[in-house]
């Protein structure tokens, strides 16, 4: 999801463009992108993670080109967009000076109540002749886009048109009517024309070049038009020239109170693109140019990088690099794709001053974190970004690995109409194998919501035949019943056919090299997925997990807390029989009772949480020390939902307001990603003393957030809450498919 900030309104016939993965937002520090018109931004602090931005007009003086050059922050104008509009004004301008219509408007006006009026017109209009344009002569500087339409209208109104500009494109040429005398001195357009306009852009060689040397220069009675920028005439050089009669008429677009009240001085309240079709015409042409470079790395009308063009992302995918404009740079990028066996399928660079860029199709993978690291490393290399070529609308097909148990009926549901994900591989037992689904289940499904029909006909395949259910997927979700030890192997086993794996199970969540992640607590974890798969031998296939269910309603609330150092926790946990795999259906003597005893349960909530807060250290996951927790789990009639009564000391002790605006608003990389499954809030505070309820809270957020109540202060502790998570959405297959997702939105799992 890319998201976009307008600085000025936009017209919503650009706006519509975009598609389903961008949004545009009001938080200017969570912008990739600006859409601007006219507001400053030289003294506007922006975001490192801007990207790029688009004016939706000509004109870039308000943006700061050089320094966001150096941020490698792309900008881009839409030239021509507004051309049409500007040209009809500049005609306008050219009426108003030749024939005196507002004289004449302002005497009609002042005399409409006289009865006589049709009469008087007659004896006063002679005082307001002009002269036709036709024969007359115009100067032309600037030949772009506005520039040759000024050009061309002025010659179909029969004037004898001169063209100056050294620069002129070869675009521009053809457009340009051959009727038009392109000359190659400006000396000779001052000294020529009865008119002149001007349509060049505003920068420190063209500030002030109508000034009084250009002017001495010019006919007697010349008649000046500035629709371009107002700090490319002089104005008081101006202001001398109608004084004097070398001027009769200044005609501009850029009013100021230095030349506004001057006499034959016509001013224009800044109406060029102010069209509504130049309007649509530059926000269309300005977010199509946003969402070519943020899709594609496409640069196209750029005004401080290199127009860079290859087309629609192709291959495996496609890198792009920001780079000083320096000998040999090209080779370095090279080399490095070459020593990790990329092969590039197609490549550019184009360099504007001192800034180059450049684009490289991967063939047939994707580039490693690895090598990113090491192209970022490169002397000269300032911004570095990597486009996946499957955008995020292309669904990843998806297998799951025990797919009748109940996390894996859980896994099917949650990715019912999924964005990003297709289920479109179920894998079981041998028993089940051979079956379709609807057969294989039978009476037990277990989900609230019914089985969808996308997966009733689908036939379940062998969970062991790992080359065969791999080679129709682009990664799995593991929810396997197994042995641990057979689980560690089959995981693997599918890792090393080049098969990401996101596993719910417990097996590998101790194994060093496998990041066990929340993704809001510790995504930084999956940077050791890149020491994982040399282990493996692989280049795509490896494992991640989530953690225990257990922990769900407790650890999020203490990694809110960190800056308060907690360093001691007692934790009881109440947790369903959903957690067990079961229903009352098939546990009907759970029904009246509480069990004092999960297997297991109370070292993985007592450890857990300490790898998650852990960090890595030559190429493996080091657990934290601290808090020390202790935790008793016992099993209660509840059908989904873990409670967790939880007591804590901290070395900092907190006020009770402190501690719940930590926790409200607690946020980590899902919420910043916008990520289909994250909770927008994931933690919610409950005032009510009898708050979190099963019944009336395990579902908030769609059972991927978190509830905290009855949070107050205790006699041995320093504080007590309750906590309550979903422990098969948030605890179990929905806390793995938000791993998923971060890890496509990481670029750690693609299209095979």
């Known amino acids: 999801m890319y998201t976009v900030k307008c600085l000025n309104p936009i017209a919503s016939k650009g706006l519509d463009l975009f598609t389903e993965d961008f949004k545009v937002i009001d938080d200017l520090d969570k912008a990739d992108a600006v859409l601007v018109r006219s507001a400053a931004m030289h003294d506007l602090a922006v975001p490192e993670s801007l990207l790029a931005v688009a004016r939706a007009g000509a004109g870039v003086n308000n943006i700061p080109l050089d320094e966001y050059a150096k941020k490698g922050i792309v900008a881009f104008n839409t030239p021509g967009a507004n051309a049409n509009g500007v040209k009809e004004l500049v005609v306008a301008g050219l009426l108003l000076a030749s024939r005196d219509i507002i004289g004449g408007y302002n005497w009609v006006k002042e005399n409409a109540s006289e009865e006589n009026l049709a009469k008087l017109v007659e004896k006063q209009k002679k005082q307001y002749a002009g002269n036709e344009l036709k024969g007359k002569s115009i100067g032309v500087i600037g030949l772009g886009a506005i520039g040759v339409l000024v050009a061309n209208i002025c010659n179909r109104l029969g004037m004898k048109v001169y063209g100056y500009d050294p620069y002129v494109s070869v675009r521009s040429a053809w457009s340009l009517s051959r009727m038009v005398k392109h000359i190659a001195s400006i000396d000779e357009l001052f000294e020529t024309c009865d008119y002149i306009t001007i349509h060049v852009p505003y920068m420190d060689s063209t500030k002030g070049m109508i000034n009084k040397e250009a002017i001495d220069k ?425 409670t967790a009564a939880v007591f804590v000391k901290f070395k900092k002790k907190p006020t009770k307001e402190q501690l719940i605006e930590k926790l409200v608003n607690f946020s980590g990389l899902p919420q910043e990603l916008e990520l289909p499954s994250a909770p927008k809030q994931m933690i919610q505070y409950l005032e009510e003393d009898n708050r979190p309820q099963v019944r009336e809270d395990v579902d908030y957020e769609n059972g991927m957030g978190i509830s905290v109540g009855r949070l107050r202060e205790d006699t041995v502790y320093d504080y007590k809450f309750v906590g309550l998570s979903h422990n098969t959405v948030r605890g179990a297959a929905g806390g793995a498919v938000l791993c998923a997702e971060t890890l496509k939105a990481k670029g750690y799992i693609t299209k095979k």
Request: aromatic fraction near 8%.
């Open 218 to 642: 010019m006919k007697d009675g010349v008649t000046l038009l500035n629709f371009a920028r107002g700090e490319l005439v002089d104005n008081q050089a101006v202001i001398e020239g109608l004084a004097s009669g070398k001027v009769k008429h200044y005609v501009t677009d850029f009013p100021s109170a230095e030349i506004a009240g001057v006499d034959k001085v016509i001013t224009i309240p800044h109406l060029g693109a102010s069209t509504e079709e130049s309007e649509e015409n530059c926000a269309e042409m300005a977010v199509d140019q946003l969402m070519n470079y943020l899709e594609n790395g496409n640069i196209v009308n750029s005004v401080n990088y290199p127009n860079c063009d290859l087309g629609e992302a192709s291959g495996a995918a496609r890198i792009t690099v920001h780079h000083k404009n320096l000998p040999n740079m090209i080779g370095q990028l090279t080399a490095i794709l070459a020593a990790d066996g990329h092969n590039i399928s197609n490549m550019l660079n184009k360099s504007k001053g001192e800034w180059a860029y450049s684009m490289f199709d991967m063939e047939k993978k994707a580039p490693t974190e690895e090598t990113i690291k090491k192209m970022e490393q490169i002397d000269g290399v300032f911004v570095f970004v990597y486009y996946r070529r499957e955008k995020m609308s292309e669904k990843l097909r998806v297998g799951i690995l025990g797919a009748t148990g109940m996390v894996g009926q859980r896994f099917i549901s949650l990715l019912e109409n999924h964005p990003w994900f297709e289920v479109t591989t179920l894998a079981a037992s041998p028993r089940s194998a051979g079956k379709t689904y609807e057969e294989a289940v039978g009476g037990r499904w277990k989900m609230d919501t019914p089985m969808p029909e996308a997966v009733k006909s689908m036939i379940v395949k062998n969970v062991n035949e790992v080359e065969e259910v791999a080679s129709h997927v682009d990664f799995v979700f593991s929810a396997v019943d197994m042995s641990k030890d057979e689980i560690k192997k089959i995981e693997e086993d599918y890792a090393k056919t080049e098969t990401p794996v996101v596993s719910n199970n417990s097996a590998h969540r101790w194994t060093p090299d496998v990041p066990m992640v929340v993704p809001e607590i510790n995504p930084e974890h999956f940077e050791v997925i890149e020491s994982q798969k040399k282990r493996l031998g692989t280049t795509k296939g490896f494992i991640a997990v989530k953690p225990n269910c257990s922990i769900q309603s407790y650890a999020p609330v203490l990694t809110a807390w960190k800056e308060f150092e907690p360093y001691e926790v007692v934790a009881t946990t109440y947790q369903a029989i959903s957690g067990a795999g079961k229903t009352f259906k098939d546990w009907p003597e759970m029904e009246g009772n509480i069990i004092p005893y999960i297997g297991g349960e109370e070292e993985k909530s007592e450890q857990e949480p300490l790898r998650l807060w852990g960090h890595i250290e030559d190429g493996v996951i080091v657990k934290a020390e601290t808090p020390v927790i202790t935790t008793q789990c016992i099993r209660v009639p509840v059908l989904n939902g873990h």
